[in-house]
């Protein structure tokens, strides 16, 4: 399951991903961001909700790349990941490592609260 949402007042882009995230739900996702990139701007931030992710398909993996490198080919300059536990972000920062420039700001936390602070 996901949820998503752009906030162009904020220049952000808002993604919550629950319980198991399977490759269709992926390619769907992709799609929207493709479909709805123009509203956000260069310099763009985005927030990834992960707190009640269960688990990722192994085909969505491969989607979730695909996402990020849209995100970054977008501009982005910052990304904000709310997850429980930071472990859980170990397989998270190695795809983002190959799937982001260099300038990009990666962060994790674990609560929406501190994520929107670091989102300033």
């Not at 707190?51 to 977008?74: P, Q």
């Amino acid at each position: 399951m996901y949820l998503f949402e752009i906030d162009s007042a904020h220049n952000r882009m808002n993604i919550m991903l629950a319980d198991v995230f399977t490759e269709a739900e992926a390619r769907e996702l992709l799609e929207k961001c493709r479909e709805h990139l123009a509203e956000i701007r260069p310099n763009c931030r985005i927030l990834c909700n992960l707190l009640s992710l269960k688990s990722f398909d192994c085909g969505a993996r491969e989607i979730y790349r695909k996402l990020m490198d849209l995100c970054n080919a977008a501009g982005a300059r910052i990304v904000v990941r709310i997850v429980a536990s930071p472990v859980e972000t170990f397989g998270l920062n190695i795809m983002s490592a190959f799937h982001y420039a260099h300038g990009v700001d990666i962060r994790t936390t674990d609560s929406f609260t501190k994520a929107l602070k670091l989102l300033e």
